[in-house]
Every structure is written in C-alpha cells, then in structure tokens.
C-alpha cells in the first residue's frame, strides 16, 4: 500500500501588494485520490477557521511554469522563485505565495508515489476542487 505524501510549507497570506502574513500549511497527497492535492490551511491565520481545499495535481504543477486555472483556483509563477495561489470560493477569493522550489519538492514526491500517467490504477476520481471541512 502506498502512503500519503505530506510536507509543511510556509506560505504567504497576500492582502495587498505590501502586506502579506507568514502561515504554516501542509500540501497532502494521497495516493488513493490520485489527480488530487490537497492544502490545509491552519485555523490560527488571517483567513479564520481551517480550510482544506482541494485541486488537480496537474493544475498544480502546470501553474509552476505559466498561469493556469481551473474552476476556482488561479496558479501562476512569479518569477524569480514564487508561486502564487488564488483560491475562489462564494465568500471572496484568498491569495497565497509559495517557494515554488517547495512546491516542486512536494509534486516531485508525489509522482515517485504515482507518476503521471499511471493514476487510473490507484484511484476512482477526479479533485472536486472545493474547499471542504
């Protein structure tokens, strides 16, 4: 059986162009929910209570090298060495900004769990791309 691949990752909590909050998150892959990734936002932060959201592992990797989107959550590079994360849902949009060599490390872990390709032999389905519980 295949374990899930966790990381903690300092993001960014982006307000205006000047101001932004330093948080702890973990990204988490789980090798069950193969085209999914998921991040945890924790309670303490200026966002309110925790929040998981949950995308396509593919979007992820694709807004590493350009800007892309899909239902909701906006990804794109921010060169030299950033990423940003725009998450949508009905009560406003979150803005985050990662090392994107932090996110690279983690996508890099989870296609040694499931490489790309083979994620219909170890799952059922595609991310819903909601935030959850």
């Known amino acids: 059986m295949l374990t899930a691949v966790r990381q903690a990752i300092r993001l960014e909590v982006v307000s205006t162009p000047r101001t932004a909050v330093?948080?702890?998150a973990e990204l988490c892959y789980l090798p069950e929910e193969p085209y999914s990734v998921h991040i945890h936002l924790p309670p303490a932060t200026p966002l309110g209570t925790g929040t998981r959201w949950t995308f396509s592992r593919d979007l992820l990797g694709a807004g590493l090298g350009r800007s892309s989107h899909l239902d909701g959550v906006w990804i794109w590079p921010?060169?030299?060495?950033h990423t940003r994360i725009a998450l949508e849902d009905p009560d406003g949009t979150v803005l985050l900004q990662a090392d994107s060599s932090?996110?690279?490390?983690?996508?890099d872990r989870s296609y040694a769990a499931v490489p790309a390709g083979s994620e219909r032999h170890?799952?059922?389905s595609?991310?819903?791309r909601r935030p959850g519980p």
């Open 22 to 24: 330093p948080i702890t």
């Open 102 to 107: 932090d996110l690279l490390r983690f996508l």
């Open 78 to 81: 921010v060169p030299p060495e």
């Open 126 to 128: 595609a991310p819903d």
């Open 122 to 124: 170890h799952g059922h």
